[in-house]
């Protein structure tokens, strides 16, 4: 899963602070850093909008948890905790029964997402809420067997870097490996399928996954496939070579955009109807807002390059 839930970046929970010293020490936010590594996430992001990557990753301004990412870090973690139990244990009423403990896990784990039910004193949204929970559980079991899978990894992160220095990382939700050695890659999406013309862009994620596990493991992973608990679809891709050394290509020029663009501190805005769940339109220059004074040292633009926000995923 690549979830903001969707993302390889963990919480960083910064320094420790003695607690004699928590009524002096002011503590700073993270020191502003250049990219240093690529996720499917982030490389989406730089693919949606420029800007929208630069806040994210470059200026970590923050960002409200939503209902909807929530419900999918949640339902993740019913998933991967499901296959502690023995095979004929997973159950439907087994895996909604994990949903309750899962939840609290989470809140202790990411207390900021406490704050959605905040305004729900009666619990009534939050009831209506974990009930959406469970029918995504409940859909998996027409999708999928558990009873049927011994996954040989579950939340992998993998981290892999190529010749060119790129640093290539993810958190895969599932990896099945049959008998004979072939890889399956298996990634959990709460939402619905895309249509058919998107799908390349929901692949693109998954053969990123594929690519760092032939780099890592010299294996092209025989299958790719995504779960889609929203609409109750499954969408397989077998990758070839081919497909990954273009993928590699691909990330090679996202990166040297990226790396033009840090140095250059010239980060487009590129409107477009996702911009209805971007928390930073405050921010942003195609909403009125101006960026934050840009945090890293600046040096004059190169000529030539990508054009930015113009990268599609293929
Ligand atoms: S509001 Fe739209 S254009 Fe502005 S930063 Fe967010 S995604 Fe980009």
Redesign the pocket.
């Known amino acids: 899963m690549e979830t903001s839930t969707e993302g390889a970046t963990r919480p960083d929970t910064g320094p420790a602070v003695p607690a004699e010293a928590v009524d002096t020490v002011v503590v700073a936010p993270p020191a502003a850093a250049p990219p240093a590594s690529l996720s499917p996430s982030r490389a989406s992001d730089f693919m ?2 420029p ?2 990557y630069r ?1 994210r990753v470059i200026d970590r301004l923050p960002e409200k948890p939503s209902e909807a990412a929530t419900r999918g870090t949640l339902v993740h973690a019913v998933l991967e905790r499901l296959f502690d139990a023995p095979a004929g244990d997973r159950t439907v009423p087994r895996a909604k029964s994990l949903i309750p403990g899962q939840w609290d896990r989470l809140r202790e784990s990411r207390p900021e997402v406490a704050e959605l039910f905040a305004d729900d004193p009666e619990g009534e949204r939050l009831a209506r809420w974990l009930t959406e929970a469970e029918a995504l559980v409940e859909r998996w079991f027409t999708l999928e067997d558990p009873s049927r899978l011994e996954p040989a990894e579950r939340e992998l992160f993998v981290e892999a870097e190529l010749e060119s220095g790129l640093r290539l990382r993810g958190i895969i939700d599932r990896v099945d490996v049959a008998p004979t050695g072939e890889v399956r890659i298996v990634d959990y999406k709460t939402g619905k399928a895309p249509r058919p013309e998107y799908a390349e862009g929901a692949l693109f994620q998954m053969k990123f996954y594929a690519l760092v596990v032939w780099r890592l493991k010299r294996v092209i992973p025989r299958r790719l496939q995504l779960v889609y608990l929203g609409s109750g679809d499954v969408l397989t891709y077998d990758p070839l070579l081919a497909d990954l050394e273009r993928v590699e290509r691909k990330l090679l020029a996202l990166w040297e955009a990226i790396r033009r663009a840090t140095e250059s501190g010239d980060w487009r ?4 109807k ?2 209805g769940w ?1 928390d ?2 405050a921010y ?1 220059p ?2 009125g807002g101006t960026p934050p004074p840009y945090p890293l040292p600046v040096r004059a633009p190169e000529s030539g390059g990508t054009e930015q926000g113009r990268m599609g995923p293929d």
Not at 269 to 272: K, N
């Open positions: 949606q909008c800007l929208l806040f805005p590129r409107p477009t996702l911009c971007c930073h339109q942003c195609e909403f």
